[in-house]
């Protein structure tokens, strides 16, 4: 596959302000020479997330996390490394070139690009006919009495497709082809073959990706046949299911608040917004699914999911009990009151109504098992065992233990029975735990003798201060280091030469990321002054020395003098020498202290 020049590459990563990017979704302060703050990918009451500007890396001593300005484009907007290397590289002046990859692979990319390029320009067209065009007068009636005003058509790109079928083709043709926008979902084929425009007499709402650019988009029809709403069909560039409408703005509100509300509506976003609710996303026209709760755990631990009807509140919660205990996330239903959508709620209420119905949101289970038990009769004891019968497959399909008995007990003062009778029937029904497989270990701080903290600090210093251990690295062999992981990334580190940000993915690569992310912003135990990296790295050579010289004296011990004198003289003889570096290792390293 064709790959991004490694030249332009670095040039991205040298000419981002990692602290500037970190800072739009976190709160930094400075620390000594680094800076400190929340950690953006878990929930945490004390700061543990460590940004170092110098390096240009981040770590998070919490959760692990850590990586280069590229890195974390990817964790919080769910890139690609070629894709954050292409949202980073705009606002860092830097052009990309590309290298490699065979004809398919050059095809491919630039197919994309022409998809993208043909979603821009129709938003940016259908956006001016909303503003000033003679046919979008009856559009620009339609956004005034749905309350938006003229700053948010102008933040969220609202347009509109005029009625008539050529308005895109006969603009759009000229600079791509019939056929690229038939497959960016702008044109479709009529009856006979001929091409006409996708989105005619419709208000539209450019979807966009995490990186802002436009995929796709949702119409609400104005005038004459057919669906009420209608989304851009399935493209390359276009998959509804891993799309969060408006998430590219709200992320940053999402991330500052732990919580997202999805809405079902893009007018219902837009209405929450101007109120001052700013983590609101909505759907592309399909259910809750898998991707979307992957897209909003990366920013959210609370989502919300606000419907205007029980029974559009209950469709949704269905799904997504089938899949929210696989992500961090504690799921909520809001079905708001009087059958009004939030646009409606904001516009006759306002936005503090929507707010305070929020604080009322039902847990996901919670809110099945209310509905599960609905409409039996609990005043007779059948009655009673049926809305047991029919709460408890939602109590047994829950994972955690914990939770399980608790919502056994909600369920037993749902039904009016006593707890210890539906702790039978979840023992009965219950499936058979299986054993989960251990979380790979981390070696504690805690743990670590007192070689491999020296070690560490070998690596800190090399990670974060090349130059003053330059002196000292021709006495240093990667043998030094007890553990292939310290050897291993020494050797990267050396290779690095000063700048770890160039060899982190190589590091990624090989399951080091995380600890030469790590090395690079933790403070060190001592002062980085060149007589501290004398002291550091003349201790880790006569560690090493001390192993060397513990290994000839067990040769020793296994000669005869007698019969066998010259292997025997040859290996004291080593062993003199080595006892002799010792001693001046011990002095250089008393010397720096």
């Given at each position: 596959?064709?790959?991004?020049?490694?030249?332009?590459v670095?040039?991205?990563?040298?000419?981002?302000?990692?602290?500037?990017?970190?800072?739009?979704?976190?709160?930094?302060?400075?620390?000594?020479?680094?800076?400190?703050?929340?950690?953006?990918?878990?929930?945490?009451?004390?700061?543990?997330?460590?940004?170092?500007?110098?390096?240009?890396?981040?770590?998070?001593?919490?959760?692990?996390?850590?990586?280069?300005?590229?890195?974390?484009?990817?964790?919080?907007?769910?890139?690609?490394?070629?894709?954050?290397?292409?949202?980073?590289?705009?606002?860092?002046?830097?052009t990309?070139?590309?290298?490699?990859?065979?004809?398919?692979?050059?095809?491919?990319?630039?197919r994309?690009?022409?998809?993208?390029?043909?979603?821009?320009?129709?938003?940016?067209?259908?956006?001016?006919?909303?503003?000033?065009?003679?046919?979008?007068?009856?559009?620009?009636?339609?956004?005034?009495?749905?309350?938006?005003?003229?700053?948010?058509?102008?933040?969220?790109?609202?347009?509109?497709?005029?009625?008539?079928?050529?308005?895109l083709?006969?603009?759009?043709?000229?600079?791509?082809?019939?056929?690229?926008?038939?497959?960016?979902?702008?044109?479709?084929?009529?009856?006979?073959?001929?091409?006409?425009?996708?989105?005619?007499?419709?208000v539209?709402?450019?979807?966009?990706?995490?990186?802002?650019?436009?995929?796709?988009?949702g119409?609400?029809?104005?005038?004459?046949?057919?669906?009420?709403?209608?989304?851009?069909?399935?493209?390359?560039?276009?998959?509804?299911?891993?799309?969060?409408?408006n998430?590219?703005?709200?992320r940053?509100?999402?991330?500052?608040s732990?919580?997202?509300?999805?809405?079902?509506?893009?007018?219902?976003?837009?209405?929450?917004?101007?109120?001052g609710?700013?983590?609101?996303?909505?759907?592309c026209?399909?259910?809750?699914?898998?991707g979307?709760?992957?897209?909003?755990?990366?920013?959210?631990?609370?989502?919300?999911?606000?419907?205007?009807?029980?029974?559009?509140?209950?469709?949704?919660?269905?799904?997504a009990?089938?899949?929210?205990?696989?992500?961090?996330?504690?799921?909520?239903?809001?079905?708001?009151?009087?059958?009004?959508?939030?646009?409606?709620?904001?516009l006759?209420?306002g936005?503090?109504?929507?707010?305070?119905?929020?604080?009322?949101?039902?847990?996901?289970?919670?809110?099945?098992?209310?509905?599960?038990?609905?409409?039996?009769?609990?005043?007779?004891?059948?009655?009673?065992?049926?809305?047991?019968?029919?709460?408890?497959?939602?109590?047994?399909?829950?994972?955690?233990?914990?939770?399980?008995?608790?919502?056994?007990?909600?369920?037993?003062d749902?039904?009016?029975?006593?707890?210890?009778?539906?702790?039978?029937?979840?023992?009965?029904?219950?499936?058979?735990?299986?054993?989960?497989?251990?979380?790979?270990?981390?070696?504690?701080?805690?743990?670590?003798s007192?070689?491999?903290?020296?070690?560490?600090?070998?690596?800190?210093?090399?990670?974060?201060?090349?130059?003053?251990?330059?002196?000292?690295?021709?006495?240093?062999?990667?043998?030094?280091?007890?553990?292939?992981?310290?050897r291993?990334?020494?050797?990267?580190?050396?290779?690095?030469?000063?700048?770890?940000?160039?060899?982190?993915?190589?590091a990624?690569?090989?399951g080091?990321?995380?600890?030469?992310?790590?090395?690079?912003?933790?403070?060190?135990?001592?002062?980085?002054?060149?007589?501290?990296?004398?002291?550091?790295?003349?201790r880790?050579?006569?560690?090493?020395?001390?192993?060397r010289?513990?290994?000839?004296?067990?040769?020793?011990?296994?000669?005869?003098?007698?019969?066998?004198?010259?292997?025997?003289?040859?290996?004291?003889?080593?062993?003199?020498?080595l006892?002799?570096?010792?001693?001046?290792?011990?002095?250089?390293?008393g010397?720096?202290?």
């Open positions: 596959m064709a790959r991004i020049n490694p030249d332009d670095e040039a991205v990563r040298e000419r981002t302000d990692v602290v500037a990017l970190i800072g739009q979704h976190v709160s930094l302060k400075k620390s000594g020479q680094s800076f400190s703050g929340l950690c953006p990918f878990h929930t945490e009451k004390t700061a543990s997330f460590n940004v170092n500007p110098d390096k240009g890396l981040y770590y998070c001593y919490g959760c692990g996390k850590g990586g280069d300005a590229i890195h974390f484009v990817m964790e919080v907007e769910g890139l690609t490394f070629p894709e954050a290397v292409e949202r980073l590289a705009g606002p860092a002046g830097v990309l070139r590309y290298e490699g990859g065979g004809r398919d692979d050059r095809r491919t990319a630039s994309r690009d022409a998809l993208l390029k043909a979603n821009a320009t129709a938003s940016e067209l259908y956006h001016r006919m909303l503003l000033s065009g003679r046919e979008g007068e009856e559009a620009r009636r339609y956004v005034e009495s749905r309350g938006i005003t003229k700053e948010s058509i102008e933040a969220f790109g609202i347009g509109y497709a005029p009625g008539y079928s050529d308005f083709l006969r603009r759009m043709t000229k600079e791509l082809s019939p056929e690229i926008l038939e497959e960016a979902g702008l044109t479709l084929k009529d009856s006979k073959g001929g091409m006409r425009d996708r989105f005619r007499a419709r539209t709402f450019p979807i966009d990706d995490l990186s802002g650019r436009t995929l796709g988009f119409a609400r029809l104005l005038e004459g046949d057919g669906p009420k709403y209608m989304n851009t069909n399935e493209t390359s560039i276009y998959r509804k299911s891993e799309l969060l409408y998430l590219h703005r709200a940053q509100a999402i991330t500052s732990e919580r997202a509300f999805v809405v079902e509506g893009y007018t219902d976003v837009i209405a929450l917004a101007q109120g609710v700013l983590e609101a996303v909505a759907t026209g399909t259910a809750v699914g898998e979307h709760f992957t897209l909003l755990s990366r920013f959210a631990r609370r989502v919300v999911l606000s419907f205007d009807s029980d029974e559009a509140g209950a469709r949704a919660a269905e799904r009990y089938a899949l929210f205990e696989r992500f961090p996330l504690e799921v909520l239903v809001l079905v708001l009151p009087e059958g009004l959508d939030p646009a409606d709620l904001v006759k209420h936005p503090e109504e929507f707010v305070a119905q929020a604080e009322k949101a039902v847990p996901l289970v919670e809110f099945m098992l209310r509905r599960a038990i609905r409409g039996h009769d609990r005043d007779t004891p059948e009655g009673r065992a049926r809305a047991v019968q029919a709460g408890l497959p939602i109590v047994t399909g829950l994972d955690d233990p914990v939770r399980r008995d608790q919502y056994a007990g909600m369920l037993a749902l039904a009016g029975v006593s707890s210890s009778s539906v702790l039978l029937e979840l023992q009965r029904h219950a499936p058979r735990e299986e054993g989960a497989r251990a979380p790979e270990p981390r070696e504690p701080a805690a743990g670590r007192a070689t491999r903290d020296l070690e560490r600090e070998a690596l800190k210093l090399l990670a974060q201060h090349a130059p003053l251990c330059a002196p000292h690295l021709g006495a240093i062999a990667d043998e030094a280091f007890e553990t292939n992981r310290h291993r990334v020494f050797a990267l580190l050396v290779e690095a030469a000063g700048n770890p940000a160039s060899i982190l993915e190589r990624k690569g090989e080091l990321g995380e600890l030469v992310s790590q090395l690079a912003v933790e403070p060190l135990t001592g002062t980085a002054t060149s007589e501290y990296a004398e002291s550091v790295f003349a880790l050579e006569e560690l090493l020395l001390s192993r010289i513990a290994t000839v004296r067990k040769a020793l011990e296994r000669l005869n003098p007698t019969t066998q004198p010259d292997d025997y003289d040859a290996l004291f003889e080593q062993l003199i020498g006892e002799s570096e010792r001693r001046r290792a011990r002095g250089r390293a010397e720096g202290t």
